[in-house]
């Protein structure tokens, strides 16, 4: 299997099939922040597809030494997603699709709390502002570090590092501990 920079290094030089496989290998993720962002699957699929195609047919302007291919493809998505709620002006619903919320879990027990936790979260993320909620999603959804953050909002790092700590503060005044450290590590996602 080939490496992400010997991906973009083949499609740069017209190797359709590196588009292809880069294309595969980053559409769940960027349906992922879509989603995230927009709320709406079909919007969030627009915005991936769009992110992607834009990403890809100006790939000779990804450059390597600014940021990871991941982080460039990111800001792409979050700046169509900012497009998208600019043009429908509409508060964001935070409705999961059921198949993202099913987990295999030993017993409808932890079945049934685990979706609770993640209705609560994803309930108190509705609340936040949309510069915050960005914020949150990129570092405990996404999973990217302060300066990545940082290149896809276009802010300085303190910056992205104040959002997620004014997110979080607001988080856990709406929180449980329990829900609040299922957001750390990601288990509502």
Known sequence: MLGM?????????????AAEAIYNQHRALAFRLAYGLLGDAAEAEEAAQDALAYALAHIQRY????????TWLHTITVSRCRDRQRRRQSPVAWVRPEADLVDPAPTPEHHASRQEARSEVWQAVQALNPRLREAILLRYWAGHTYHEMADILGCPVPTAQS????????????LTPADLIALEEGEVS
């Open 5 to 17: 920079n010997e991906l973009i290094e083949r499609w740069q030089a017209g190797d359709e099939r």
């Open 63 to 70: 450059d390597p030494l600014r940021a990871g291919f991941s």
């Open 163 to 174: 959002r997620v700590r004014l997110a979080f503060e607001r988080l856990r005044a709406a």
